[in-house]
């Protein structure tokens, strides 16, 4: 008899996600890291190319967010990073989450396939490489899919319980908690000693950094374990080492500080509430001084008093529309100005002035109704 062919009417486009990811990985990722993963999946089972800022584009993250999803699937041996020969991001290597690839942390021993975001041969990483990720005080830089060298992404871990007792029973964390404890002003809870574990392990910064990145904070009137991190990521990616180095950016960012309040037309030594409109938007919205300055000149050509509120609403606006460049901003320009021009295009709708009804009014030639009538 004649080999039979079998096939079906439609094909069922589907992407299938293993168990153990669901039951061991999931609970842990942020819900970029989710996305960016399982974006992944879709796109390798697919046998699609994509990028960095496409997988950012689609789903309204920075590209920093998505290398740093990567960072953490790396860091879980869910997939490797490959760089081409110039340590330009090239390809993703994705595992098979199988107990046993799992469990077997050797490249050999884990099953995989490759999916490759930009057309070129990719170089795995040698030991040399992922060593000088690591090693401080050389903080390593993930390279954007252009070449160019970004700026480098730390990822607070999520430590155990036994990971912050062998810190705490560390021989010199006792004075360093204690320094900690005495600029805030009370005990440390097990998230701050995290947070103090991170800046040591990961950041790896010295205890007199910070010492200074306490006090620093502290000096500001922020006690907030969540401001201080965000000021010692800052400090990291800039590559400050030392007290010295920190205290010189300090000084450079006044600098940017009176900048921008002259900017919006003023001399004077800028208030509390000033700095913090600032504060908001170089380190909440991480805008680089081009884009503040923009928003400035906006300002003052739009209003001569509440200058900072008024900018303060547009950086959000900008910040809410993911501005990331000044390039975007002229996007968002272009979409107003076509608004405004369908909107003048429309046809004007009549307006009722009757506070009787609501119904069209007519327009009568009253010298011709009463003649009308008259005839009659």
Not at 46 to 68: G, L, Y
Not at 151 to 159: G, L, M, R, T
Not at 235 to 241: D, K, Y
């Amino acid at each position: 008899m004649a080999r039979l062919t079998i096939y079906k009417d439609n094909h069922v486009d589907s992407t299938v996600v293993s168990n153990l990811f669901i039951d061991e990985y999931m609970k842990d990722a942020n819900d970029a890291q989710l996305k960016v993963y399982l974006y992944l999946l879709r796109m390798m089972n697919a046998h699609q190319s994509t990028s960095v800022s496409d997988i950012a584009d689609k789903f309204n993250h920075t590209e920093k967010d998505v290398i740093r999803a990567l960072k953490y699937w790396e860091k879980h041996q869910l997939l490797d990073l490959d760089f081409d020969q110039n340590k330009t991001l090239v390809g993703i290597h994705m595992h098979d989450l199988e107990e046993s690839s799992v469990s077997d942390s050797s490249p050999s021993g884990q099953a995989g396939s490759s999916f490759v975001p930009l057309p070129a041969a990719p170089v795995r990483q040698n030991a040399a490489v992922r060593e000088a990720e690591t090693a401080p005080p050389v903080f390593s830089a993930v390279l954007s899919e252009t070449g160019a060298h970004a700026a480098p992404v730390f990822e607070k871990p999520s430590y155990t319980a036994d990971q912050l007792r062998e810190f705490k029973n560390r021989q010199n964390t006792a004075q360093l908690l204690f320094i900690a404890e005495t600029y805030i002003g009370k005990p440390l809870t097990a998230s701050e000693m995290k947070t103090i574990l991170f800046f040591t392990d990961e950041l790896h910064f010295s205890d007199d950094l910070i010492d200074y990145l306490l006090q620093y904070c502290v000096d500001k009137g922020k006690k907030d374990f969540k401001y201080i991190e965000k000021v010692a990521i800052a400090w990291a990616e800039e590559g400050i080492t030392t007290p010295e180095q920190a205290q010189e950016s300090g000084n450079r960012y006044s600098k940017d500080v009176y900048d921008i309040v002259k900017a919006l037309g003023s001399s004077n030594t800028p208030t509390e509430a000033e700095l913090g409109y600032i504060t908001r938007w170089t380190v909440t919205y991480a805008f680089s001084k081009d884009i503040i300055l923009e928003a400035c000149h906006r300002t003052v050509l739009a209003v001569n008093s509440n200058r900072f509120k008024y900018a303060d609403a547009l950086l959000k606006s900008w910040h809410d529309q993911d501005v990331r460049q000044k390039s975007d901003i002229l996007r968002i320009d272009e979409a107003y100005r076509q608004r405004k021009k369908n909107q003048s295009s429309a046809p004007a709708t009549k307006q009722y002035t009757n506070r009787f009804n609501q119904f069209a009014q007519n327009t009568y030639d009253f010298d011709a109704l009463e003649k009308e009538l008259l005839s009659n």
